[in-house]
């Protein structure tokens, strides 16, 4: 069972274009919800994450949009950078300390110079 | 600051052969830790994690099993591979963020495990 789904499994965006990643998840107790950003032979780092109690997350570049109702969000990547190129994992948890973060099947983006 | 160091970097081992893998936490006493499996373009798999020493719980079963001896060190070991144990093995450890109320997980750079 899938609980946590991304799409499109790959994008390609020019240079300054904005890149649009799309992840929802099957389960109502997760309420945190973390983006990881994985290049190539490297492990995951965090990029951005937010709480099911906002339905807006900004750092610079980056913003995540979330809809608790449909359970779905997406990340934002606005002017997007050829350094942008990356695999981009949505997770999930319940933030009650279940310690199993669940992970999408990621989206790899690709930013054309 | 923390830092996590995994080793090897990468392995090259026979189906049925023995194998460990190890992760060292520094500067983060008694440390939440994970080990997640990564398949070639894959998901990440969570396969145990750690709150304390001695103890580890385990997520999946895959013919793998885990140890945590010391406090900041954290072993993925199995006594008979198979083709389906390659991949990309990641540690991890985790730090509460009180602006979040939630566990934030920090990766290793993995090894890379090849199975032939």
């Known amino acids: 069972q899938q609980q946590v789904r991304q799409s499109p499994q790959s994008l390609t965006v020019w240079e300054g274009e904005t890149a649009i990643l799309n992840c929802s998840y099957e389960n109502s107790a997760f309420d945190y919800f973390p983006w990881y950003q994985q290049f190539p032979g490297e492990g995951p780092a965090l990029l951005i994450s937010?709480?099911?109690?906002?339905d807006k997350k900004e750092d610079g570049r980056f913003t995540i949009f979330f809809n608790k109702r449909e359970k779905k969000l997406s990340l934002h990547i606005a002017d997007s950078q050829p350094g942008d190129s990356a695999t981009y994992f949505c997770?999930?948890?319940?933030?009650?300390?279940?310690?199993?973060?669940?992970f999408g099947s990621g989206t790899q983006l690709t930013v054309m110079p | 600051a923390q830092t996590i160091h995994q080793w090897p970097v990468a392995e090259i081992k026979a189906v049925g052969s023995p194998l460990s893998l190890g992760c060292t936490i520094k500067g983060k006493s008694s440390p939440n830790l994970y080990w997640y499996w990564q398949a070639t373009g894959g998901t990440l798999q969570q396969l145990f994690y750690?709150?304390?020493?001695?103890?580890v719980e385990s997520v999946v079963q895959l013919n793998l099993s885990a140890s945590r001896p010391k406090d900041d060190q954290f072993i993925l070991s199995t006594e008979k591979l198979l083709l389906s144990h390659s991949g990309f093995y990641l540690c991890a450890w985790s730090l509460w963020d009180w602006g979040t109320s939630a566990e934030t997980l920090y990766f290793g750079s993995g090894t890379r495990l090849t199975v032939l």
């Open positions: 997770a999930a948890d319940a933030s009650s300390g279940s310690w199993q973060l669940i």
């Open positions: 937010i709480l099911s109690v906002s």
């Open positions: 750690s709150i304390t020493v001695g103890q």
